[in-house]
């Protein structure tokens, strides 16, 4: 609860900016904070298969190994809307192609486009066209692809871009 601070020193510092920030905490806690830059999330209580995966998720953005999207691990509060659905996510990763998500119940037809809106930290909210591309329905996951004509793709490649320093 006291972190706020913290978080706002570590992320407003030039050396910090791609500093890897794990938390423990609550979904409704970390989208509280997600305007710092989360990259990772650990549920409460921590559980040893969990953690390793998400400890892996934040190994290749800190020796900066990039795939053809580059996975930027951020826990930011994410609303998807469709013609019959709204919930709210928490995302895992983003790219700009697309983008894991974390929520109780994935959206339903995958087929539908859908809405995704969110606020990458240091960014304005983005709004954006995509569609579920995979679903864990064990792990309450799903990734969603964002449509390639849509022109807020450009702004979140290069929100990840600057947060990176890859320029």
Not at 7 to 14: G, T
Not at 32 to 56: D, W
Not at 123 to 151: L, M, Y
């Amino acid at each position: 609860e006291d972190s706020e601070p913290t978080l706002k020193a570590i992320r407003s510092a030039p050396s910090n900016r791609a500093m890897v920030l794990y938390a423990i905490a609550d979904t409704k806690v970390a989208i509280r904070f997600s305007q710092y830059g989360i990259n990772v999330v650990f549920p409460s209580p921590m559980e040893k298969q969990s953690t390793l995966k998400l400890v892996r998720s934040t190994y290749l953005l800190a020796l900066h190994e990039f795939r053809r999207y580059v996975r930027v691990p951020v826990a930011i509060g994410v609303d998807i809307e469709n013609e019959n659905q709204r919930l709210n996510a928490l995302s895992l990763e983003v790219s700009s192609g697309g983008m894991s998500l974390q929520a109780p119940e994935p959206p339903g037809d995958s087929a539908k486009p859908l809405n995704a809106t969110f606020r990458l930290p240091d960014a304005n909210p983005i709004t954006i066209k995509a569609t579920v591309c995979w679903r864990r329905q064990k792990e309450g996951s799903f990734g969603i692809r964002f449509v390639a004509s849509d022109p807020n793709r450009i702004v979140v490649r290069d929100w990840i871009e600057d947060f990176l320093a890859i320029h």
